[in-house]
């Protein structure tokens, strides 16, 4: 950004430009300086030259803002904000302060920002960098899932209104019915209301875990991170390939620590029933009914159901 004594000498070399007090004449009669003077009539002259070099970046970067180029391109000194100038009486005389205020393209990017710091996608090819989630979209692509949809938004709306629920939802459907997208359109919805979220793709988050057997410590701090967060979204429960450690150690450990505390939310091709067959079996142990019934008391009570019924929008 030009400062005002770039300015001052570039004028200088300007043909048929007279000297200094002239130069901060240009300054003081610019229209947004002669706003504040009629604001604060009080304010002496010498106070406003004393100043001069902030009346100039006050007007200098309104124009900027008028013809804004964009945030990657802000020409101010400070990107994304702007000179704003306020007027004080001190000790009897009227004093001039300037700051620097954040635009409103600025505090939309930080408000996204936010909102992208608040998801973690653990294993999963979710783009929690997209703010393209809206309602319509899930509704226009497939009327079908109408009934679903309607579900969704009115847990986002009591979401909203009372605060972190119990109890999450089990998203059931065929493949490529939406139920990724919609879970992620919950979390984005939420996530902008303040709360934290974490979705886990199933079958790759389970064979990180295998391997994350020998990082005791980041383990721990993975499992942490889901146990704590405000929301977290099991995607594609099922479909892993599981193992007993994995089942009863990391997955039962992390549903054992969020039921009657935070809400879970899974999407899956499984019924609950389904879910409880694939949960009994492990081909390292065999067939083991008990564990899976005991981690199915930790995910069966703690969901509504919600059918997601629709054609398969993949390909």
Known sequence: MESLGEALRSWKAAPGVGDLDSLAR?????????QIRRRYPGLEERTLRINLNKL???????????????????????????TS???????????????????????????????????????SNVDIEADSYEAEQMLDLDGEREDAVLQLLAY???TRTEGLQKKGLYLM????????YMAAYLLHKLAKEGKTGVIV???????????????????????????????????????????????????????NHRMNRKPTFYTS?????????????THKEGEELHKGQRLMDRIRPFVDIVHVRGRNQRG
């Open 269 to 281: 091709n499984h019924d609950l029933e389904s879910l409880e067959r694939h949960f009994s079996f």
């Open 85 to 123: 100038i306020t007027c004080a009486e001190q000790n009897g005389k009227w004093q001039l302060f300037d700051g620097k205020t954040p635009c409103a393209r600025w505090l939309a990017n930080e408000h996204q920002e936010q909102v992208r710091r608040r998801i973690t996608s653990l294993s």
């Open 173 to 180: 459907g065929s493949f490529g019915t939406g139920k990724t």
């Open 201 to 255: 793709y199933m079958p790759d988050f389970v064979e990180d875990a295998k391997a994350l057997m020998m990082e005791p410590q980041k383990l721990k701090e993975t499992m942490t991170l889901m146990k704590e967060t405000d929301l977290l979204v099991f995607d594609d429960i099922g479909a892993e390939n599981l193992s007993p450690w994995v089942r009863d150690h990391v997955i039962g450990a992390i549903l």
């Open 26 to 34: 240009r300054v003081l009669d610019d229209p947004l300086v002669v």
């Open 56 to 82: 100039y970046q006050y007007a200098k970067e309104d124009r900027s803002c008028r013809s804004c180029p964009g945030l990657e391109r802000c020409p101010n000194d400070m990107q994304g904000h702007y």
């Open 156 to 158: 986002v709306n009591r």
